[in-house]
């Protein structure tokens, strides 16, 4: 209960923060309203005693009265929509906002490999509006129940046995309860599903993969794969929703027997001359909107299940954002230093992945020189990335440490050392903006600066690009516009490289395999060019330039190359001592140059 009584305030507290003004017209409305309808109950008993009476005037004031509050009760009701729909569609807003301050704004990616976490991300994603219409169900929801207590208390003035039609609700409560409770296991249990069905069709619909697609006729077996998938989905929601409707006929068909025992209750108490034909009618009025509110408070306590197991879940994503920030924040930071002398090492540095059995990193002790450009070479699974992902904080060393100039790297605050880092890597991000912007991103403090940009992309090699765009860096890029400029791999992947080439001076720049889609000559005519503003950088900061590749003739003119197998340091060097060497960097560079000859 307490807990749940948190997650109620944390609905409120985003709801008022999102629209304050909008959430005072709901307190006001929804009181109004429905004191405004059992008002009306009470009238009808008053107008029907009057006229009995043969009290004919008192009898039309009621009826004006009446009237103007039943004019009253439509206009607020319409008042009331409109308020929720808004109310709805900003909070929905809101908290597609912290989903995605949570799960970009952590430090680290880790958590994309946890299931529970991608279980978590695919409920929200899957029913914003559920989440979105939070404070409007439980608004609704407290009201009901105040409406409840209220019309209860009137009952019992005509006979204390009346009290008891709250009754009426609880096999509606005992039957939803159930079926929710059903429900919330069954949304469980199918997350990977929805998850996998997502997938699907993502991939079938994106750009990205609609050559391999086509080219290997893969379409229809994914199609099948997809409907497979669906299918058994729609089975188990189709089955959870069987058993719900199940659970809530025999709900109804108890509410509806206990109602019409109330009525002949009244009736007969009418009859023995122990209720006024008045009694009987607001009797029957008010339990009708009984039934009504326990309908209604049945349906908005379900809604509200769903959306508390959705706050439930946002909470947890909440946490794993503040164990990842808490990792990755040290307790007595230390300052970045402003330029490198000694460099960066290794020491006894190990990496396991989540779920997996082997190490992608294993004992590693390696150091990277100041001002020095060093080439990481190995086959796929080599470690390689993973290494990047350290260095980056991306990830923290399951054991061993990393320090800079001396400095452990974990004692750097991640954001100040990141401001001093700059990379670009195999599936870089195309950032559909004006050029101008897509480029600028790189340092934040000159995205509008064209002199900045116009030289990132000399750097890159990336002038070409710029010609080609019809306004220059005002193009816009990419199709989610409809005067986008569409781009080739290799175009989108040079401007990812002038991206990462627009901070001056960075401790660090990592490139990782930055130039996989660009042929050989054009990869080392580019390489030249980055290389020599790389150790311009070197003469001024120390900046230690990581270059991950897979082709060796641009890695052959680094002042070190590291070569990795299975997560561990095979052997260093410069090209002329590894190639003297005749140990694995050899035998890979003469097995791939054979290739090209």
């Known amino acids: 209960m307490r807990d749940a009584v948190v997650r109620a305030r944390l609905v409120v507290g985003v709801s008022w923060r999102a629209h304050r003004d909008l959430s005072r017209r709901l307190l006001v409305l929804y009181p109004t309203n429905r004191g405004l309808a059992i008002g009306s109950a009470v009238g009808l008993k008053l107008i029907v005693n009057a006229v009995l009476q043969g009290q004919d005037t008192r009898a039309l004031g009621y009826c004006v009265l009446l009237a103007a509050m039943h004019g009253i009760v ?19 807003q809101e908290f597609d906002r912290e989903l995605v301050e949570l799960t970009s704004g952590m430090p680290g990616i880790r958590h994309y490999e946890q299931k529970e976490f991608l279980d978590d991300l695919e409920m929200i994603r899957n029913r914003p509006q559920v989440l979105g219409n939070a404070f409007v169900t439980l608004s609704s929801l407290v009201f009901a129940c105040l409406e409840l207590l209220v019309v209860v208390a009137i009952l019992i003035t005509v006979h204390p046995l009346l009290g008891l039609l ?11 309860t159930r079926a929710q409770l059903s429900m919330a296991e069954v949304w469980t249990v199918g997350a990977p599903l929805s998850r996998q069905t997502r997938h699907f069709f993502t991939l079938m619909t994106s750009a990205d993969a609609a050559k391999e697609i086509r080219v290997c006729q893969q379409s229809q077996d994914l199609i099948r794969r997809h409907d497979q998938v669906s299918r058994d989905y729609e089975a188990l929601m189709a089955k959870a929703e069987r058993h719900i409707q199940l659970v809530a006929a025999t709900g109804w068909l108890s509410s509806g027997l206990l109602y019409g025992a109330s009525v002949f209750f009244v009736v007969h108490q009418a009859v023995n001359g122990r209720a006024s034909v008045g009694d009987v ?8 909107l009984v039934t009504n509110t326990a309908t209604a408070t049945m349906e908005q306590l379900s809604r509200y299940q769903q959306a508390d197991d959705l706050v439930k879940r946002l909470m947890r994503l909440r946490q794993h954002a503040a164990e990842d920030h808490a990792t990755g924040t040290p307790l007595d930071p230390r300052p970045v230093p402003a330029r490198l002398v000694e460099g960066i090492r290794l020491e006894g540095v190990s990496f396991r992945y989540s779920g997996s059995d082997r190490e992608a990193l294993a004992d590693l002790t390696l150091h990277l020189p100041a001002g020095h450009v060093v080439a990481v070479v190995g086959d796929n699974g080599a470690g390689k990335t993973t290494l990047v992902s350290l260095l980056t904080r991306l990830y923290e060393p399951t054991t061993g440490r990393i320090t800079v100039d001396g400095t ?53 090699g990336a002038e ?23 781009l080739s791999g290799g175009q989108w992947q040079k401007l990812a490289l002038g991206r990462a080439l627009v901070l001056d001076g960075p401790l660090l720049l990592v490139l990782d395999e930055p130039t996989a889609n660009l042929d050989p000559l054009a990869e080392l005519a580019l390489h030249e060019r980055y290389a020599a503003t790389a150790r311009e950088w070197a003469a ?25 197998r299975q997560g561990r340091l095979v052997e260093h060097g410069s090209h002329e001592q590894l190639m003297a060497r005749r140990g694995l960097y050899a035998e890979l560079y003469d097995l ?4 090209y000859r």
Do not use: C, K, N, Y
Not at 281 to 288: F, K, N, V
Not at 592 to 595: D, I, L, W
């Open 74 to 92: 439509l206009a607020g009701r319409r008042l009331q929509h409109r308020a929720s729909m808004a109310s709805t569609e900003l909070l929905r």
């Open 166 to 176: 709250p009754v009426l609700a609880v096999p509606l409560v005992l039957a939803r």
């Open 281 to 288: 009618l607001l009797t029957l009025a008010l339990a009708g």
């Open 408 to 460: 452990a790297l974990r004692s750097f605050d991640i954001a100040a050392w990141r401001a001093r880092l700059s990379g670009a890597f195999q599936d870089f991000a195309r950032f559909e903006l004006v050029a101008q912007q897509a480029i600028g991103v790189g340092d934040l403090s000159r995205l509008d600066s064209s002199d900045a940009v116009t030289t990132a992309l000399a750097r890159a």
């Open 464 to 486: 070409g690009v710029l010609e080609s765009l019809p306004e220059g860096l005002s193009s816009r890029l990419g199709s989610s516009f409809e005067d986008g400029v569409q």
């Open 540 to 564: 001024a900061t120390g900046t230690v330039t990581l270059l991950v590749s897979h082709r060796f003739s641009t890695v052959r003119t680094a002042d070190l190359i590291v070569v990795m």
């Open 592 to 595: 791939q140059a054979r290739g």
